[in-house]
């Protein structure tokens, strides 16, 4: 795709302009074969050094390229985020594993009634629910929307957690001594909705995979959860062999454009 012309009369300054383009230059695979250099990235769009080397050093920090002072930038490769199916897993583990920062935004915990999530916990229609929805990310991009539903007989102390950097398993254990150790999980394709969309930052037309799990600790189902993650980060690798069988798992890519496996944890 050729290059966008930068505006001086917009609002957004002109390295910001200038990442936006490349992050999109990227996501089509316009650099497979190398990336430009400094000289040539001033020239092609007729901006300063100054501008080029800001665009860089922000495409540096989010993974999508080196732009180390007296080296010319290239793409990196992108480092991939493994985790089995068949498995209890957690995404917090998978993402930090992988050398990447998971954070989350919290957007919502409370305590709510939900007949049908309750039917789904095999509780009663007007039980106490722990209602807990995150935007996951994985280093500086969005990787999945997390909406987890608990008992609220069990889950109550959590309503007083920092979800930023913690796992809804490590808090389960910690503040209520109670351990998910097994469930089931389901995986469809769909398209997110506006708001999914919004929240994602998916590009228009982009799936995503969404992952609802039913956790049990014991006998109890204690869990439900769905989490929606974005087609474009996430892919599907199966390992197998005569002795093993055919063994699933999925894998996570960092962001690559300009962007549920359950998220147990």
Known sequence: ??????????????WAQLRQDLRDRLASGEFAGGFPGEMALRQEYGVSRNTVREALRTLRAEGLVTAERGRAPRVLDPVEIQQPLGTLYSLFASVEAAGQDQRSVVRTLDR???????AKLGLEASSPLIYLERLRLAGPEPLAVDRVWLAGDVAAPLLDADFTHTSVYTELARRAGVRVESGTETIHAAMPSHAEYALLGCPRGTGTFVIERLGRAGDRTIEWRQTIVRGDRFAFHAEFSVREGYQLGVSAVPYRSARPASAGG
């Open 112 to 118: 709510r009634a939900d007949g049908v999530i309750a």
């Open 1 to 14: 795709m050729p290059a966008r012309s930068l505006r001086r009369d917009d609002p957004l300054p002109l």
